[in-house]
């Protein structure tokens, strides 16, 4: 159990520490506050982004030690001692991952608001499943609603990155200014 | 979106757990996966003084097969780990194939089969299948432990025979004679939707015989329901499209569905007729799918 701190409202909160994105969190967080929060909020990891917070759209996934949650459904007190992936951590050393490079590729983004949440559940299945059928991805991100509705060029983009198409020149290109 | 103040707690062992859940009763809700019981709290319908989290309850999350008993699986393995299991994969898929059915990939990754069955909703689309494959459940308390048949422990609407006090431990799947089962959902999406009707069943087949079949309804009653009429009407019987066309009407004849924004009665009395036939003739001829 995460040692309790009671303050002199008696007001407890749980000291955690979470792993995210490679490096170690100890936090103090109150038993109601929602990862997604304590993420954008304490972390400063604002890429997971908030929109229904009732686990039916999506853009709040990340990944528990490796499998897409919906982060606005976990309480941070439960990920304590647990392995977290946002976004931010997809991406290394300045380098876009595969999947983001080729949603650049493909126009996979339109308001961007699903992106991550997009990539997140793409990159697992990826992890799991390095070359699924179309009806893998669609139902990989069956849990991520884009309500610009471009899911074409999202299943395209997962799919190519699957196959390795994204070409160096393609990389130099989108990287990060 | 606002969460009330509550008090955490998450007890070592079982024991514990029961301790606690006898000294607090109904000021405490059990959290499991978290995906009903935080969804009903931000929506300000649930509002315990208690949170009493099973997370550390190692022992309540295998699936394993005991000889002579059948195949236990915990009341914290979450849908995507019934999903994934080789070993109900292999001995009835019906079950893997419905969690697969149940919402997102993130829903599965976190919601537990214990949630889905205590949460009492006739929606919930793992009892229909174990109810069709016999299962029953262990509730523990500090008072000691009770079994039940799954099929007995819903009494309404989201209503349960579950004391406060108690926590479901785990859910058993006994041998059997049944040679396929399956469940047939129906929901207005794909994905991420609640079944407007679904149809579960279990049947065995001896030489073009229906020995036994057990139909079990979603969504189609107050409480998941058995369609008692369509199974005793079966039994025994030469098996054909004609007589599994009769049962269809007759367990849409017995169920007692309600208006609602997802279906009309009509509708899912309609649904139910079809998806009967059709699970039947899938189980008969597929086996556990």
């Known amino acids: ?177 | 979106m606002n969460m009330p103040d509550f008090e955490y707690h998450a007890p070592e062992t079982l024991m514990e757990a029961c301790a606690l859940m006898a000294e607090l009763g109904k000021n405490a809700a059990v959290l499991a996966g978290g995906t009903d019981v935080l969804h009903k709290m931000k929506l300000g319908k649930l509002a315990p003084a208690h949170i009493l989290s099973l997370k550390r309850l190692n022992s309540l999350r295998d699936i394993r097969h005991e000889s002579g008993r059948g195949i236990v699986i915990g009341a914290l393995v979450r849908h995507n780990e019934i999903y994934n299991s080789p070993l109900l994969q292999e001995r009835f898929l019906s079950l893997p194939m419905a969690a697969h059915t149940m919402a997102s990939n993130q829903i599965c990754n976190l919601g537990t089969l214990g949630g889905n069955i205590v949460n009492g909703v006739p929606s919930a689309d793992l009892p229909p299948i174990l109810i069709a494959l016999n299962s029953s459940i262990r509730l523990v308390s500090a008072r000691g432990e009770r079994s039940m048949a799954l099929e007995d422990f819903f009494c309404g609407a989201a209503q349960t025979r579950i004391i406060p006090e108690e926590i479901l431990a785990d859910i058993t799947i006994p041998e059997q004679f049944t040679t396929g089962s399956t469940y047939i959902k129906f929901g207005l999406r794909r994905s991420g939707a609640l079944a407007v009707a679904g149809v579960a069943v279990s049947v065995e087949v001896e030489k073009n015989i229906l020995r036994a079949a057990r139909i079990v309804l979603a969504s189609a009653a107050p409480t998941v329901m058995r369609a008692r009429d369509a199974e005793n009407f079966l039994c025994g019987k030469k098996i054909s499209d004609e007589l599994l066309a009769q049962a269809g009407a007759m367990a849409a004849a017995e169920s007692r569905p309600r208006d609602s924004i997802r279906g009309s009665v009509e509708y899912r009395r309609n649904l139910v007729e079809v998806l009967t036939k059709r699970a039947l003739r899938k189980a008969i001829d597929k086996g556990h799918v």
């Open chain 1, 1 to 177: 159990m995460a040692q309790i701190i009671t303050d002199s409202n008696g007001v407890k909160r749980y000291l955690i520490t979470i792993f995210v994105n490679g490096d170690s969190h100890t936090l103090l967080v109150k038993g109601n506050a929602i990862l997604t929060n304590v993420l954008r909020d304490d972390l400063n990891l604002t890429g997971t982004k908030k929109g229904c917070e009732l686990g039916d759209c999506g853009s709040c996934t990340v990944l528990l030690d490796g499998k897409p949650v919906d982060s606005c459904m976990v309480l941070a007190v439960e990920a304590d001692g647990r392995e977290i992936t946002t976004i931010e951590g997809v991406a290394a050393n300045g380098r876009l991952d595969e999947i983001q490079q080729s949603m650049l590729n493909h126009a996979a983004v339109q308001c961007g608001y699903c992106t991550p949440g997009m990539v997140l559940s793409a990159k697992a299945l990826l992890t799991r499943n390095p070359h699924p059928s179309e009806r893998e991805v669609r139902e990989a991100i069956a849990g991520n609603l884009c309500r610009c509705t471009g899911y074409v060029h999202i299943v395209e983009a997962v799919l190519a990155a699957s196959r390795g198409e994204i070409t160096p020149a393609d990389h130099e290109e989108g990287e990060p200014q």
